[in-house]
Structures are given as C-alpha cells and as structure tokens.
C-alpha cells in the first residue's frame, strides 16, 4: 500500500465501509516493517510481540484516526511508543541523543575541496559468481546494521529501509530533524565502510 494523502483519504472512506477488511489490508501492507522497527528496539524475540499489541492498540484507535498524518506514520509512532514502553518495563532506555562533537570516521576520504581522496571501487554484477558476491555483501550489510548503535539502526531503518521522509521520522520519533540527521549520517558511514572494505578485501 503506498502511502500518500490520497491513500489516506481512502483509507478512511474504507474503514467507514468495512473496518475489518480495511484493517486487514493495513497489517497485511505494514506488518513486516513495523516487526523489523520493533526488532531494532527490542531484539527480534520481542517484537512480533510487541507489533501484535500494537495492531490491537492501532485497531482500538482508528475510529479516532483523522487522517492529520499519513496512516504508516500513526502506526509507526504506535509501534515505537510500545516498544518504548516494554524497554522502560524492563529496565532499559532508547536514548535518541547524537553527541555533535564525535568526529567524521569519513573524514580521511576528502580533500579539502570535499572531493574524493580515495573514491569507492566500481561494482559490476556480470556472472554467477558477481550475483553471490552480490548476496555475500547484502548479509554483510544485515550483520553490520545489526551491530549499529540502535538509535542509528532505528534512524537509518526508517529512512533508508521503510523509505520515510525525515519529518515523518521527526514525527514519529519525537526528536528533532538534526538529532536524525546526525544518526543517519552516523549509521550510514559506518555502512560504508564496511562495503568499502568488503570490496578492497572481500572479508565482512
């Protein structure tokens, strides 16, 4: 299901019509996203969990929804809150916090003049053997943005994965447009280093 005000709009008429089917369709688009979010909070043992209470919360709710926000930002912020929620039951905190004075890990890649010191390799994908490099570095890169801080993790997941627009990722987190701008620079680098050295050594 895309997500746009039109989308939305017959979103609404539709739980008008039929709420059951219309609530159907929503967890059928949004369900896997809002687990793989969930599992950057909560680890992926908790989350399906976590996403099944927050559809009965959602379900719950919709009569109240709208429409002021796009429908995947409402679940989202759902979603997170009760992921939040079960963090601070257990004991453990999200800090959404970027500390501005941590230094570029890229820095050494530019000149002065901002263009490359060392541009990144050429990729080209022409035989069986490229096609499973190919998958080999898509593991690579799962294995890493498992490893990244969450807060990164979480902020490079809604941008770059579920294809947010930064104010819905403001929105959603209650953060501001810096503090995730500073997380998705963060993340990203970090990515991009471990492709870079998967493609100067072929080792993860």
């Known amino acids: 299901m895309a997500d746009s005000t039109e989308n939305t709009r017959e979103l609404l008429v539709a739980l008008q019509r039929d709420k059951d089917a219309a609530f159907t369709a929503l967890?059928?688009?949004y369900h896997?996203?809002?687990?793989?979010?969930?599992?950057t909070m909560l680890g992926h043992g908790e989350a399906e969990d976590a996403v099944q209470a927050a559809w009965i919360s959602a379900y719950r709710?919709?009569?109240r929804f709208e429409g002021r926000s796009a429908i995947r930002t409402w679940l989202y912020r759902i979603v997170i809150n009760e992921?939040?929620?079960r963090r601070?039951?257990?004991g453990r905190e999200l800090s959404l916090d970027a500390d501005p004075v941590e230094a570029d890990p890229l820095a050494d890649r530019f000149r002065g003049n901002g263009h490359w010191r060392t541009p990144p390799l050429q990729w080209d994908w022409n035989s069986p053997e490229d096609l499973l490099q190919e998958q080999?570095?898509?593991d690579c890169l799962r294995k890493h943005l498992d490893r990244l801080p969450?807060?990164?993790r979480l902020a490079v997941l809604l941008r770059d994965v579920q294809g947010l627009e930064f104010a819905e990722i403001c929105n959603t987190l209650g953060v501001e447009s810096s503090n995730v701008r500073v997380l998705l620079h963060r993340g990203r680098t970090t990515l991009f280093r471990?492709?870079?050295q998967y493609q100067e050594t072929g080792k993860c």
Request: charged share 20%; glycine share 14%; net charge negative.
């Open 83 to 85: 992921a939040r929620m």
């Open 27 to 29: 967890v059928e688009s």
């Open 194 to 196: 471990m492709v870079d």
């Open 136 to 138: 080999q570095l898509l």
């Open 32 to 39: 896997a996203g809002l687990v793989a979010v969930a599992g």
């Open 150 to 152: 969450e807060a990164q």
């Open 61 to 63: 709710a919709i009569d």
């Open 88 to 90: 601070r039951g257990g």
